[in-house]
């Protein structure tokens, strides 16, 4: 029997290693047909044909038979950048996204928008977002980010362009398009939470906070296209710095698809950064680094510099030049083969009558916002209403519902969102699930941007006539978003003073947040029994709060960002390093260091015990891995979901680290009563540290290892495991 089992298992590898080896000799093999037809093109394009390659969605070169790349948006579902074309479906921001814990849902939800994608001619999309939100919420693009943590950016991120791209014999199929991983790199690392605020670094943080995610994309996903931030990254922007863009992305990180520009950034050069003195010579400068394409949205010539007006003199002036230029098309070019463009013939596509959403896609949108749903506190078990016991019902706020838009697309939605075919406000999905069973009395109270009163009677009137309140606060894309940086967190404009008004009627209240950043909420942290944070859900948000409300959805999700106390305390994260220990304590003097709300927290309507964290084996060697299991059981009488997380610390090292880094997070289901055990892996991936030489290694000495259900010290379960040399 032992003879036979030898026999299977050996022919198994065998048959494995012949398939890999099959596979990577057809994808060099395609590679290289790739190649020598690009070289063949480039051969015979003149100067503006290569150029004009050399922005975005450029034209058909029906001479030499070269076809569009049309570009899109694709951050929670397809937007076609310069229209809101109706039908595509909108998924949550990504913020919430990452409130699920699961990768395998991005991943889901781009394979979806990638095919939305194709419906509508979109073969390129400049999404996902791999940004580490470095804790300062003024900085209006939080909402954009998967959340705080490395290790959680780099697992959504590798999802999402697996899903967008496809994988293996479906990688750039006709059922996929092209990722570009931004901002490459840094980003949120400003100084005063303004986009593209020049960032200012060392190569350690550099290197343990923003460049794992980019890592990853490229390493593992196989990212197409990457796309450098508008900032100056120490001195030197992004778009002409060859140290990021060659020797790290390009000759470190073995990334090989094409660098395009973020909107007018080459030009910005000039106009921004002011270190070349023309057009010309900022296009020169992006050229040498290895931007290849210029992204000028609106194609505006004023703004462009890969235009033949701005080069065509300076490159007859220095043939040298070509290089680049040839260098630039020939990526281009080689993305189009890879997605088959030249293959198949354009489809005849009416944007305003396709339907490139479908009722799957839309159902999914409702799953994912439901999975999101981060439930930060629930006094006395308000929640979930019980239908039965409730006559009236009132929905006050700014954001409880908004009408389809005659321009543009919804503010509820969040940034670089489409136009979809409707949008389910609270207020909408609230009747919807109580029918007439239930009063619904409805008020505004004020607007999100208003410092105006005038609405308080009516939503102080509304309450009172009812059993409850929900009361929906936050932001909207009129406050948050790209461009939308503030000096302060608290709620704008007279939100607060609203929810005020609102508690002192004495009715028991829900807070329901819509927003893409974290808040400083004290108030209804400190007075409203049960809030919910919702983040821009999507366009199914309002169905799934009504199905959590109601307990037909548990809340299962868990921060990815921590929650300020006040704009004061910003940056907040828990990635945090060790304090002055004198007579200051590492404490501010009149008020709370901690977050409000903490990075992994989040409640549920059942409850979860864990058991103590098992170690495989208590002691390895360096160059060995082994695992760290945990039992958790559901103790209340509802099923749940729970998002297991793993943090490692290197207790002695050779250089100073983070308390702890989260390095795995399960999610899993439990019936009441039931209990699963959850395993992780421990080796050099979780192990390792940069050393002074800057090189990652496992040094010898002890671990711990915390599991549990949030990253607060309370909430985790402790072991120690030890590496030998």
Not at 315 to 336: G, H, V
Not at 632 to 660: H, W
Request: proline share 4%; hydrophobic share 35%; glycine share 8%.
């Amino acid at each position: 029997m032992k003879k036979l089992v030898l026999v299977v298992f050996v022919i198994t590898t065998l048959l494995n290693c012949d398939s890999k080896d099959s596979t990577t000799e057809t994808t060099s093999k395609k590679d290289s047909e790739i190649a020598s037809k690009v070289e063949d093109l480039i051969s015979q394009m003149t100067l503006e044909e290569k150029m004009t390659e050399m922005i975005q969605d450029a034209p058909a070169n029906e001479r030499l038979g070269i076809p569009v790349m049309k570009y899109g948006e694709a951050l929670h579902g397809l937007w076609l950048v310069l229209d809101y074309y109706g039908n595509t479906t909108v998924y949550p921001q990504a913020v919430a996204c990452a409130s699920t814990w699961e990768p395998e849902l991005i991943k889901k939800m781009a394979t979806q928008t990638a095919k939305e994608a194709r419906a509508l001619g979109v073969t390129h999309c400049y999404s996902p977002n791999l940004d580490v939100f470095a804790g300062d919420a003024r900085y209006g693009r939080v909402e954009e980010s998967y959340g705080e943590d490395p290790y959680l950016v780099s697992r959504m991120g590798v999802a999402f362009i697996q899903g967008l791209q496809g994988e293996g014999d479906e990688q750039f199929d006709e059922n996929h398009v092209i990722a570009t991983a931004k901002h490459f790199v840094g980003y949120p690392e400003n100084r005063r939470g303004i986009n593209g605020g020049f960032s200012d670094m060392s190569e350690r943080r550099l290197r343990e906070v923003y460049l794992p995610s980019f890592e990853a994309a490229v390493k593992e996903a196989q990212v197409g296209s990457v796309m450098p931030g508008h900032q100056d990254f120490n001195g030197v922007p992004c778009h002409m710095n060859t140290w990021l863009l060659k020797d790290i992305l390009r000759d470190e990180l073995g990334f090989d698809g094409f660098i395009v520009s973020d909107n007018n950034d080459v030009g910005r050069l000039e106009t921004m950064h002011f270190i070349p003195e023309t057009r010309a010579k900022a296009a020169i400068l992006g050229l040498k680094a290895g931007v290849d394409m210029d992204l000028v949205i609106g194609k505006n010539v004023d703004l462009s510099t890969y235009h033949i007006n701005v080069l065509k003199d300076t490159i007859k002036q220095d043939p040298s030049l070509m290089k680049y230029i040839d260098k630039a098309t020939s990526r281009i070019l080689t993305a189009k083969y890879k997605l088959g463009l030249f293959d198949s013939k354009p489809k005849e596509i009416d944007e305003k009558t396709v339907e490139a959403g479908t009722d799957e896609h839309r159902d999914f949108a409702l799953e994912m916002v439901e999975k999101s749903m981060i439930m930060l506190k629930n006094d006395n078990n308000l929640l979930p209403l019980d239908l039965s016991k409730i006559k009236s019902l009132a929905v006050i706020g700014p954001n409880a519902h908004e009408e389809r838009p005659k321009k543009k697309t919804y503010k509820l939605l969040g940034g670089y969102s489409g136009l979809p075919p409707y949008y389910v406000s609270v207020l909408d999905g609230l009747k919807k699930k109580v029918g007439d069973n239930v009063k619904i009395n409805y008020a505004k109270g004020c607007d999100i941007d208003s410092f105006s009163k005038e609405g308080f009677p009516e939503a102080i009137s509304a309450a009172k006539k009812s059993d409850a309140v929900v009361l929906v606060v936050g932001s909207s894309h009129r406050t948050c978003g790209e461009g939308g940086d503030r000096s302060d967190l608290d709620l704008y404009g007279v939100q607060n003073e609203l929810v005020e008004a609102i508690h002192k009627t004495g009715k028991p209240v829900i807070a329901v947040l819509i927003n893409g950043r974290p808040l400083s909420i004290n108030y209804i942290a400190e007075n409203i029994p049960s809030v919910l944070e919702t983040w821009y859900g999507g366009m199914r948000a309002g169905d799934a709060v009504a199905n959590v409300i109601f307990g037909y959805v548990n809340p299962g999700g868990k921060l990815t960002m921590s929650f300020p106390r006040s704009v004061g305390q910003v940056p907040v994260t828990y990635l945090e390093r060790p304090d002055f220990i004198g007579s200051g304590k590492g404490k501010y003097r009149f008020n709370d260091k901690s977050p409000l709300f903490s990075f992994g927290y989040g409640l549920s309507y059942t409850t979860f015990k864990y058991g103590e964290p098992k170690l495989e084996n208590a002691t390895i060697n360096l160059d060995e891995s082994t695992t760290v299991s945990i039992e958790v059981t559901n103790t209340g009488d509802r099923l749940g979901d729970e998002v297991v997380q793993m943090y490692v610390r290197d207790d002695y090292a050779s250089v100073g680290r983070y308390f702890k880094m989260l390095k795995g997070f399960e999610r899993i289901t439990l019936k009441p009563g039931e209990t699963k055990t959850v395993t992780f892996k421990l080796g050099f991936d979780e192990l390792n540290v940069l050393n002074q030489d800057m090189k990652k290694v496992v040094e010898p000495g002890t671990f711990t290892i915390s599991v549990g259900a949030s990253s607060l010290e309370k909430d985790l379960k402790t072991i120690t495991l030890t590496a030998k040399k």
